[in-house]
């Protein structure tokens, strides 16, 4: 093990593509190739049309057999679209695949030095040069392969995990779904209707239950949480803590019915946003799953009232811990719903003011008239973005679903309720896509719109036995307009769920918006920086139910695709020490987020040692090291040093 | 009398402001050919003995394209990688190179155009000064 150079010369290729005329359009390629065939240790230069094709491909194999080559340096396009490419040439050539390096002279050279051609052929002639001098000091690395346990830890049974749990069960994966609450559901199930098909989210978590324990290889534990794991991709040993339910089978539905009653405890009910109170023997809703109530021992009395209804009541049950072994563990942990302030636009100061997630609860249990607090309701003022799109706040982002979902509850107002005033006090509707219909529907049938901006918000205040929100209306050029209301709906989004200590424990990296953060928005969405821990859903960030289960899909696809073959490569590029250099300070195992470092005794006195499967290979620990003992493999000193040099031509 | 611009060595990160780079290239827009990138994991993963030695060999400024809150590898990033710059700068103040000469801010994934901006503005303040003075 050393982080010292290698100084055996190497005979290395190198493959100028013109990338049709992308490349050879401004820079002088015949000139590059010139100059970087008197380059020390190259033994071959050339200029290819597409260095991807498959003729060039097969002609770079050749030359690494025929020459031979010892490693090859391809400039051409953005490793990050053919590094993998280029990887099989090598290999297919008999070289290790990282004694291969792609310098990129179409992203960052030809297409951003259009204008200036005759420099871009001389940063050409420099980074091909960087390319040689770090292909020259390259190791042959070996990825890891480690055996791969075929099942995945599913956390959060809502629509995304449910769904995700479905489809990996049905390609052959053991599925354990770990839900914290003691019914499975997630938010969905307190959403009653919803855009665009009017199902409401009893119908379709009901349908995925069904789906799910229709398959014996998804195993469900409600009440679970995780409290510990240890491991890395492949092989994850996760302990869950099972809190105990109170009640088993058997007991027919309608004893439960009875012990529910005869409970004399009643506490303000979460599920329905404290609008309603429960009993401490409770179901969220009838239908509701697993089919059994729980009792909520913090509130219960132990009065024993239940018991004399229903034997299936067991108050002497005890909390569980189980072990699994995963190979991928799979977040779908959802999000909260914003709470707002209270004061912020009169919030918890008036009663009538209340939130989108009450108003659903409320049209739910309401029959028949609409009344609220013994007051029938005509008049209801929508007020949009609260708690997003925040410019001075935390949540600046839009939270998607809302715009929608408050359209959408509208029309249920209107059309079921016989509400016959509804305003819509907005910063900018954002109902994209198909959903544009119902806001044409709403716009049509009588709905008034008004708009307002940032730093103008509309003030409700109390005015006899109603609310008045006055708000000064973009559409009509600021025309102070004044709404008198019954009830304020205040139109909030979605911030994270609060999971620190889950967070903790899987070292989840969160993003500025604190939800979940994937490592590329686009090119890998599903992904963490942990191997092996995928996301979905809207713990990663705002989602409507459509884009979470496109979103759980995706994930789907990701986490079988580590596990399908038994086992699995990890990459190399992992921090290396030399413990000849190691003078063991412990300022590495401070700056390692990942506990990847370990000291350990030798001969000479205490050293870091690196625990691979933890190392993500992210480097932190290098620049805290005095004695420059650690290196990242792949970017080791020597490495970063010759390729500076080379670059300053 | 040398009328390029200065040249700049970036340390920009693999996946998060190196796709930045890429990207303005992508858009073509134009910075100054005598900028040249080392791609490394992560910002927090530079050492300040790099940076000093892209200056002894000529490079008459250092920016690092940093992964700031988007760091896959956690939140520590921004904290660290400002640690490395401080660290930097008491080498550089010792070997009389001015601190303004090393630059850092954080490029996202898509931010080309911020990192292009940056780096016409850091090439004209290097211009302005040269030539640079310090020991070598």
Known sequence: MTNEPNFIE??????????????????????????????????????TMFACADSAQKEIVADIQNEPLDAIVIASCSPKLHLNTFRGVAERGGLNPYNYVQVNIREQDSWAHSDKPAQATLKAIHLIRA???????????TPMTIPAENSVAIVGAGVTGMRAAIELADLGVNVHLIEREHFVGGRVAQWGK????????????TELYHEVKKRESIRVYTGADIIASKGSIGNFNIQVKIQPRYVEPPCDPESFKNAIEACPVEVYDEFNFNLTKRKAIFFNYHSEFPALPVVDMATCTRCGECLKYCHGIRLDQQEQVIDLHVGSTFLATGFNPYEPKTGEFGYQEHPDVITLQQLKRILELTKGEFRFRNKKIERVAFIYCVGSRQVEGENKYCARYCCTSAI??????????????????????????????????????????????EDDPPVVETFNDHLKITVNDLLT????????????????????????????ILKIPLG???????????????ETVIDGLIIAGCCQGPRNIAESASSALAAVSKVYSILNHGEIQLEPTLAIVNPGACEWCGQCLVACPFDAIERVETEKGPVARIIESNCKGCGMCTPVCQTEAIDIKGYTNHEVRSMIEAMSG | ????????????????????????????????????????????????????????????????????S???YGETCIEKTAKIVEMTHVMMREKGIPTENLKMAAVCSVCAELFVNQMKLFAGELADKRPMQYEQ
Request: aromatic fraction near 8%.
């Open chain 1, 194 to 205: 919803m855009s665009m098909t009017n199902q409401t989210g009893e119908e379709i978590i």
């Open chain 1, 477 to 504: 050029a600021n025309m102070e307009v004044t709404v008198k209301a019954d009830l304020v709906v205040l139109v909030t989004g979605m911030v994270p769920r609060l999971n620190q200590e889950l967070n903790s």
């Open chain 1, 512 to 526: 500025k918006d604190h939800f979940y953060n994937e490592i590329h928005p686009k090119l890998r969405p599903v």
């Open chain 1, 408 to 453: 959408h509850a509208a029309l249920q107002l209107r059309k079921d309720l016989n509400v016959p005033f509804i305003y819509h006090i907005n910063k900018g509707i954002r109902t994209y896509g198909k959903q544009e219909i119902l806001y044409e529907q709403s716009s049509t049938s009588g709905d008034i719109f008004l708009q307002f901006v």
């Open chain 2, 70 to 72: 988007d760091c896959p």
């Open chain 2, 1 to 68: 009398m040398d009328k390029d611009p200065p040249k700049i060595l970036v340390f920009s990160t693999e996946k998060i402001s190196d796709p930045a780079l890429d990207l303005a290239g992508l858009m073509k827009l134009h910075y100054p050919p005598t900028v040249h990138a080392v791609v490394v994991p992560c910002s927090s993963s530079v050492r300040p003995s790099w940076i000093m030695h892209a200056f002894e060999c000529g490079f008459a400024g250092v920016f690092i394209a940093a992964d700031g």
């Open chain 1, 131 to 141: 390319g040689i001098a770090k292909v020259s000091l390259s190791e042959a690395l």
């Open chain 1, 10 to 47: 190497k005979r290395i290729g190198v493959y100028i593509c013109q990338c049709g005329s992308n490349i050879s359009d401004y820079v002088d390629v015949e000139k590059v190739r010139e100059e970087i065939s008197r380059e020390k240790g190259v033994s071959l230069a050339k200029v």
